[in-house]
């Protein structure tokens, strides 16, 4: 059964960096496209970054250069470290599989920046 | 940068057929999908390459695609199908629309 847990959310103060986890079960993370999606509270979806299975990245331009995507084969884990958060930044982080559209998702860590 | 526009919101009374719009530039060649989000729930995928339907889903979930506009398809529409719904493309990075809140009246 395919599987995706995050981890790492929490309350983090402006200018702070966080880094979350996904961990993945039922596939393998390394080749597969996987991606990291958020949600602002009451807000849409928003595109944050993907790692294709060749480990080549790609970000969104509203965060490139704040955020970097990496994986972990040993661990099958998907990671998004944050840096310099803001409170534009607070969101359900989602991460999700991506072959024929994003056909598996997890079930989000909220991440609140707040001073 | 890319944009998907999709209205605010769509009513629909039990049994009938609702359709929800997704409009951007040369859509058609944008591998268009579709996600259903029901309150504190993560988004599911109903529709992938603008017309498919991942296995799992309702057949009452269609998808169809003409032009700069992908329509999305709920006949026979129930209770269970009040929630948002989100429209998504990929054009050089992915996009999402703007969201739709379905209402089952």
């Known amino acids: 059964e395919v599987q995706l847990v995050e981890s790492g959310g929490g309350l983090v103060q402006p200018g702070e960096s966080l880094r979350l986890s996904c961990a993945a079960s039922?596939?393998?993370?390394?080749?597969?496209?996987m991606s990291w999606v958020r949600q602002a509270p009451g807000k849409g979806l928003e595109w944050v970054s993907i790692?294709?299975?060749?480990?080549?990245?790609s970000y969104a331009d509203s965060l490139r250069g704040r955020v970097t995507i990496s994986r972990d084969s040993s661990k099958n884990t998907l990671y998004l470290q944050m840096y310099s958060l803001r409170a534009e930044d607070t969101a359900v982080y989602y991460c999700?599989?991506?072959?024929?559209?994003?056909?598996?998702w997890g079930q989000g860590t909220l991440v609140t920046v707040s001073s | 940068s890319y944009e998907l526009a999709q209205p605010p919101s769509v009513s629909v009374s039990p049994g009938q057929t609702a359709s929800i719009t997704c409009s951007g530039d040369?859509?058609?060649?944008?591998?268009a999908c579709w996600y259903q989000q029901k309150p504190g729930q993560s988004p599911v995928l109903v529709i992938y390459?603008?017309?498919k339907r991942p296995s799992g889903i309702p057949e009452r979930f269609s998808g169809s695609i003409s032009g700069n506009t992908a329509t999305l398809t709920i006949s026979g529409t129930q209770a269970m199908d009040e929630a948002d719904y989100y429209c998504?493309?990929?054009?050089?990075?992915?996009?999402f629309g703007t969201g739709t809140k379905v209402t089952v009246l």
């Open positions: 999700a599989r991506v072959r024929e559209g994003f056909d598996f």
């Open positions: 039922g596939f393998t993370v390394i080749t597969n496209y």
């Open positions: 790692i294709y299975s060749d480990g080549s990245t």
């Open positions: 040369e859509l058609r060649g944008k591998y």
């Open positions: 390459q603008g017309t």
């Open positions: 998504q493309a990929w054009d050089s990075t992915y996009v």
